[in-house]
T-cell receptor
């Protein structure tokens, strides 16, 4: 079973604060994704990556940067956090594009006060 | 681009009853289709997926889904639900060309004892 580990599990910050969410997968997957989950919207795609150094823009990228430093590690950066970014964030990975299942982490609950 | 709609935000059924959760997709070509389940404070787990072949696909824990090209639908079914099936269910769609999966808003299923 693929393992995707997110840290921290919970984070509280203030408006304008700087936040980094971390994701590590240990199954040699090339594809990694960041989603946010909000009631009424389901999961919305923020950024994704096909491999180390590659970044693709998702559907709700405003206010977020991402960096894929290695095949294992994918980071989501909020440089000026706003209350609208209060959400549950999920990282996922897959072995291939499109038709392969996603393996999800347990999520990071972020509160921006 | 593709999109997916889950018209029912909440569904309540009695234990032992049959279940159908609805999913409609929008795509110019037949996409890859998935159903995932999310238990409280966990990431999503794959139930089943479809791309081609028999329109009825079997998944884990007695779930199945039926693809209909004419209706652009991929409804999830179960013949007899158990209280442990209470969870949030997400339909997802992706295209074949290295496309990241997009998710519906989810349906929260409550199974009454």
């Amino acid at each position: 079973e693929a393992a995707v580990t997110q840290s921290p599990r919970n984070k509280v910050t203030v408006t304008g604060g700087n936040v980094t969410l971390s994701c590590r997968q240990t199954n040699s997957h090339n594809y990694m994704y960041w989603y946010r989950q909000d009631t009424g919207h389901g999961l919305r795609l923020i950024h994704y990556s096909y491999g180390a150094g590659n970044l693709q823009i998702g559907d709700v990228p405003d206010g977020y940067k991402a960096t894929r430093t290695t095949q294992e590690d994918f980071f989501l950066l909020l440089e000026l956090a706003s209350p609208s970014q209060t959400s549950l964030y999920f990282c996922a990975s897959s072995s291939g594009p499109s038709n392969e299942r996603l393996f999800f982490g347990h999520g990071t609950k972020l509160s921006v006060l | 681009a593709q999109s997916v709609t889950q018209p029912d935000a909440r569904v309540t059924v009695s234990e032992g009853a049959s279940l159908q959760l609805r999913c409609k997709y929008s795509s110019s070509v037949t996409p890859y289709l998935f159903w995932y389940v999310q238990y409280p404070r966990q990431g999503l787990q794959l139930l089943l997926k479809y791309y081609s072949g028999d329109p009825v696909v079997q998944g884990v824990n007695g779930f199945e889904a039926e693809f209909s090209k004419s209706n652009s639908s991929f409804h999830l079914r179960k013949a007899s639900v158990h209280w442990s099936d209470s969870a949030v269910y997400f339909c997802a769609v992706s295209l074949y060309n290295n496309n990241a999966p997009r998710f519906g808003a989810g349906t929260k299923l409550t199974v009454k004892p």
